[in-house]
C-alpha cells in the first residue's frame, strides 16, 4: 500500500522546456519498465517506426535519429494544431466540439509553415543515444507517457494552465494590439488567480528562477507576466545550485523557465529551452543541472522534481496517442481585449509532452499510462500543501503524488550522464541565423508577449510620469532591433533594480 505522499514531498520543483512532443523526443527510446498503476511489466507507448503522414500522395514516416536543430520553427498556433491532429482542411466552429483527431496532418502543416521542400523533417525523432540526459533521467524514475499539453496550441496558454490551471481564455500566442488593450502594471489576470497567489494565501513559499546565460532578450520568465509577479521575483538560474545547497533555502514550490535565446531575432539561439531552432544539448544541460544541484542538496530526501515540455512544437505524436477530450477550467474571462480569439473551449487536450517525476521515493524505472496535463502540476501542489483548487480543470485533473510511494528514500545517482557531444559543423544553424533580421516585424510568435513582461517590469520600475511615454514607445514598436535594444535596456534596469534590493 502507497505510503500517503504529503510526509514524503514537501517541497516542490519544476522545469518546463520549450516545444518538443512525446514522440519525437522518447518515442524511440524503447523503454521498458513497471506500470505505474499496476505493477507489472510494460514499455512506453511509443514508436515502432511505421507511424506516417500522407502529403501531396507521398508517405513520410518516422525516422531517427532527428537533427540537433531546425531549419525552421513547425507552425504550432491553435490552426497549425487544428491541421496536426484532423488532418487538411479540418474547422474548428466556435464554442463547439473539436474535430475528430487522427493525427494525420503534421507534415502537411510543417509544408506550410515554410518546410515544403522538406516536408518530412517534422516526423525526425531523436534516438536514445542523442538523449542520454533525458533517456537516463526517465529511466531512473518515473515516466509519464500520457502527459499532455493542456490545449491545443502554443506556449503562452500552455504555461498559463501550469500557473493558474487556466489560461484566462487565450488561446493563441498575442499580438502587440491585443497586449496593449490588456497591458497594466498588475499584469494577465485570472478570475481565480494563479498559483503563486494560492501558494502565499495558503502560507506556503515560493521562488521563480530563469535562464540568465545567453542573449539579454531571452531573459524574462513568462511567469513575469502575470498578475502578482513583481520584477524583482524571479531569481537567475546561475543562483540555484548555490541557493539550494544551504538548509534556509525558503521556497516550498520553485519554478525553473530557462533562458528562451534569442527571441528579438525569432532564432531562440544561445537559449536553453530546447525551442526548435536552437540546439537540443542545451536543454540536456539544463535538465543535467537541476537534477544535480537538487540531488546534491539537504531537500533532495523529501522533494519532488517534475520535468516537462510546454508545448508539443508542431511535431510528430502517433496515432496510438491521441489525446481526449478535456475538463474545461470553467472560469471567466477577465483580461481585456480578444484573449479568446477562436472561440476555444478548453474542452480537448493538446499532443502529448514528455514528463518524468523525479523524487527518491519515486520506484525505479516507472512507465505512468495514465493521463495527466499541466494543471498536473497546480493539482499536485494542492494536495501537498493543502489549499483548493484553482478551476475545474486542476480540481478533475491527476496529480502526481501517487507516484511519491516508497515509504523510504532509495539511492539515486549522483550525477547524470553528459550531453551527446557537438558535431564538428551544424549545418543548419547557418540557415537559421538572420532569419529573421532587424528590420522584421514583430507582431508574430511570442516576441510579443516578452515584449508584454519588459513593458510590465518598466512600468512598475518607473515614476509614474514616466509611464505614458514607456506605453507609446512601446506601442511604437515595430521591428526586431527596436524591439531588441528595448528588452535589453529594461533587463539591465530589471537587474540593477535587484542589486539595489540586495537579491
Given at each position: 500500500m502507497a505510503v500517503p505522499a504529503a510526509p514524503l514531498a514537501e517541497r516542490v520543483f519544476v522545469l518546463m522546456l520549450e516545444n518538443r512532443s512525446f514522440d519525437h523526443l522518447l518515442g524511440f527510446s524503447g523503454m521498458t519498465g513497471q506500470d505505474a498503476e499496476t505493477g507489472r511489466p510494460t514499455a512506453i507507448n511509443g514508436l515502432s517506426g511505421s507511424a506516417s503522414n500522407l502529403y501531396?500522395?507521398?508517405?513520410?514516416?518516422?525516422?531517427?535519429?532527428?537533427?540537433?536543430?531546425?531549419?525552421?520553427?513547425?507552425?504550432?498556433?491553435?490552426?497549425?494544431?487544428?491541421?496536426?491532429?484532423?488532418?487538411?482542411?479540418?474547422?474548428y466552429t466556435p464554442g463547439g466540439s473539436y474535430p475528430p483527431v487522427n493525427n494525420s496532418g503534421y507534415v502537411d502543416a510543417y509544408a506550410g509553415s515554410g518546410g515544403g521542400s522538406n516536408p518530412g523533417e517534422i516526423m525526425k525523432c531523436f534516438s536514445p543515444?542523442?538523449?542520454?540526459?533525458?533517456?537516463?533521467?526517465?529511466?531512473?524514475?518515473?515516466?509519464?507517457?500520457?502527459?499532455?499539453?493542456?490545449?491545443?496550441?502554443?506556449?503562452?496558454?500552455?504555461?498559463f494552465f501550469m500557473m493558474a490551471a487556466s489560461s484566462g481564455g487565450l488561446d493563441h500566442s498575442p499580438s502587440i494590439a491585443?497586449?496593449?488593450?490588456?497591458?497594466?502594471?498588475?499584469?494577465?489576470?485570472?478570475?481565480?488567480?494563479?498559483?503563486?497567489?494560492?501558494?502565499?494565501?495558503?502560507?506556503?513559499?515560493?521562488?521563480?528562477?530563469?535562464?540568465?546565460?545567453?542573449?539579454l532578450?531571452?531573459?524574462?520568465?513568462?511567469?513575469?507576466?502575470?498578475?502578482?509577479?513583481?520584477?524583482?521575483?524571479?531569481?537567475?538560474?546561475?543562483?540555484?545550485?548555490?541557493?539550494?545547497?544551504?538548509?534556509?533555502?525558503?521556497?516550498q514550490f520553485t519554478l525553473i523557465e530557462p533562458n528562451y535565446g534569442d527571441v528579438a531575432s525569432d532564432t531562440y539561439r544561445g537559449g536553453q529551452s530546447q525551442h526548435p531552432?536552437?540546439?537540443?544539448?542545451?536543454?540536456?544541460?539544463?535538465?543535467?543541472?537541476?537534477?544535480?544541484?537538487?540531488?546534491n542538496s539537504p531537500f533532495w530526501e523529501t522533494s519532488v522534481l517534475i520535468v516537462t515540455w510546454d508545448e508539443h512544437g508542431g511535431f510528430y505524436d502517433h496515432q496510438g496517442a491521441v489525446p481526449g477530450g478535456a475538463p474545461s477550467p470553467g472560469d471567466k474571462t477577465v483580461t481585456p481585449g480578444d484573449v479568446n480569439k477562436y472561440g476555444f473551449n478548453f474542452q480537448q487536450y493538446g499532443p502529448r509532452v514528455p514528463a518524468?517525476?523525479?523524487?527518491?521515493?519515486?520506484?525505479?524505472?516507472?512507465?505512468?499510462?495514465?493521463?495527466?496535463?499541466?494543471?498536473?502540476?497546480?493539482?499536485?501542489?494542492?494536495?501537498?500543501?493543502?489549499?483548493?483548487p484553482l478551476t475545474e480543470r486542476d480540481r478533475r485533473v491527476r496529480d502526481v503524488t501517487s507516484l511519491i510511494s516508497?515509504?523510504?528514500?532509495?539511492?539515486?545517482?549522483?550525477?547524470?550522464?553528459?550531453?551527446?557531444?557537438?558535431?564538428?559543423?551544424?549545418?543548419?544553424?547557418?540557415?537559421?541565423?538572420?532569419?529573421?533580421?532587424?528590420?522584421?516585424?514583430?507582431?508574430?510568435?511570442?516576441?510579443?508577449?516578452?515584449l508584454h513582461i519588459a513593458q510590465r517590469y518598466d512600468l512598475a520600475l518607473s515614476p509614474p510620469?514616466?509611464?505614458?511615454?514607456?506605453t507609446a514607445r512601446v506601442a511604437g514598436i515595430t521591428t526586431r532591433s527596436q524591439a531588441r535594444q528595448y528588452l535589453e535596456e529594461v533587463a539591465t534596469k530589471t537587474a540593477a533594480a535587484r542589486s539595489a534590493r540586495g537579491l
Open positions: 501531396n500522395g507521398r508517405r513520410y514516416a518516422v525516422s531517427q535519429p532527428a537533427d540537433w536543430t531546425m531549419p525552421l520553427d513547425p507552425g504550432h498556433e491553435f490552426t497549425d494544431v487544428l491541421v496536426q491532429l484532423c488532418g487538411a482542411g479540418a474547422v543515444a542523442q538523449l542520454p540526459v533525458l533517456t537516463g533521467l526517465a529511466r531512473e524514475f518515473a515516466v509519464c507517457d500520457g502527459w499532455r499539453a493542456s490545449m491545443p496550441g502554443p506556449t503562452w496558454p500552455n504555461r491585443q497586449i496593449a488593450e490588456w497591458m497594466t502594471i498588475d499584469g494577465f489576470r485570472f478570475e481565480h488567480g494563479t498559483l503563486f497567489g494560492a501558494l502565499s494565501a495558503a502560507h506556503r513559499t515560493w521562488r521563480i528562477y530563469h535562464g540568465d546565460n545567453g542573449p532578450s531571452g531573459s524574462f520568465p513568462i511567469a513575469g507576466g502575470l498578475e502578482g509577479i513583481a520584477p524583482w521575483d524571479p531569481h537567475p538560474y546561475s543562483a540555484f545550485a548555490g541557493d539550494i545547497a544551504t538548509a534556509s533555502y525558503p521556497a531552432l536552437d540546439d537540443v544539448r542545451s536543454g540536456e544541460t539544463l535538465i543535467k543541472s537541476t537534477y544535480e544541484a537538487l540531488r518524468v517525476v523525479v523524487s527518491p521515493r519515486v520506484p525505479q524505472n516507472l512507465i505512468d499510462h495514465r493521463t495527466y496535463d499541466h494543471a498536473s502540476i497546480p493539482a499536485t501542489a494542492e494536495k501537498l500543501f493543502g489549499f483548493p516508497l515509504p523510504e528514500p532509495r539511492p539515486a545517482p549522483a550525477a547524470l550522464p553528459e550531453p551527446a557531444a557537438a558535431p564538428s559543423v551544424t549545418p543548419v544553424l547557418a540557415q537559421v541565423a538572420g532569419k529573421a533580421g532587424d528590420d522584421g516585424p514583430v507582431d508574430n510568435g511570442t516576441l510579443p508577449g516578452f510620469e514616466q509611464r505614458p511615454a514607456i
